[in-house]
């Protein structure tokens, strides 16, 4: 059964943002960390202006993680993921897995040696991409051997 938190969160390297927790199921398999943040998109959308909430930012979800002195950024939509290192120098590298709303999956994406991994759906032909859909779930994690953070859609 999925489990569900919903917390108000002060912010994190955002000035002066209040964010809502991101609401999203997680399984045995999937289970996300205690030490993720989530941030909600408009809080996170660099050129968000007040009031005007686009359809991509509404869409947008952002996920921070600390990890053995070392910042993560989890971030996807409706057309694109990607895990990034952003501060630090611990071990690991960044790790995606994508599945879309037509079931099509990516199997893990990672770079050994990079501090990011992604991946787009504007990288295949209008053809490809009705064949594979939209970016329905996303799993981030930063060394191969720990869970994965869920980020749905």
Same mark, same amino acid.
């Given at each position: 059964m999925a489990s569900v938190t919903k917390r108000i969160i002060t912010s994190i390297g955002i000035a002066g943002a209040a964010s809502m927790l991101i609401i999203a199921?997680?399984?045995p398999a999937h289970t996300a960390s205690s030490t993720a943040t989530a941030l909600a998109p408009? =809080?996170? *959308? %660099?050129?968000?202006? $007040?009031?005007n909430?686009? =359809?991509? *930012? %509404?869409?947008?979800? $952002?996920?921070?993680?600390?990890?053995?002195?070392?910042?993560?950024l989890f971030e996807s939509s409706h057309t694109g993921a990607f895990t990034k290192k952003?501060?630090?120098?611990?071990?690991?590298?960044?790790?995606?897995?994508?599945q879309t709303t037509t079931g099509w999956k990516s199997g893990w994406i990672h770079?050994?040696?990079?501090?990011?991994?992604?991946?787009?759906?504007?990288?295949?032909?209008?053809?490809q991409r009705k064949r594979i859909g939209k970016v329905k779930f996303t799993w981030h994690k930063t060394q191969r051997n720990e869970t994965a953070?869920?980020?749905q859609h």
């Amino acid at each position: 059964m999925a489990s569900v938190t919903k917390r108000i969160i002060t912010s994190i390297g955002i000035a002066g943002a209040a964010s809502m927790l991101i609401i999203a199921p997680s399984s045995p398999a999937h289970t996300a960390s205690s030490t993720a943040t989530a941030l909600a998109p408009a =809080a996170q *959308a %660099a050129d968000a202006r $007040v009031g005007n909430d686009t =359809a991509k *930012a %509404a869409h947008r979800k $952002v996920v921070w993680k600390r990890r053995s002195g070392c910042t993560w950024l989890f971030e996807s939509s409706h057309t694109g993921a990607f895990t990034k290192k952003v501060q630090g120098s611990c071990t690991g590298h960044s790790w995606l897995y994508v599945q879309t709303t037509t079931g099509w999956k990516s199997g893990w994406i990672h770079r050994s040696g990079s501090n990011q991994a992604g991946f787009s759906i504007h990288a295949y032909s209008k053809e490809q991409r009705k064949r594979i859909g939209k970016v329905k779930f996303t799993w981030h994690k930063t060394q191969r051997n720990e869970t994965a953070q869920l980020i749905q859609h």
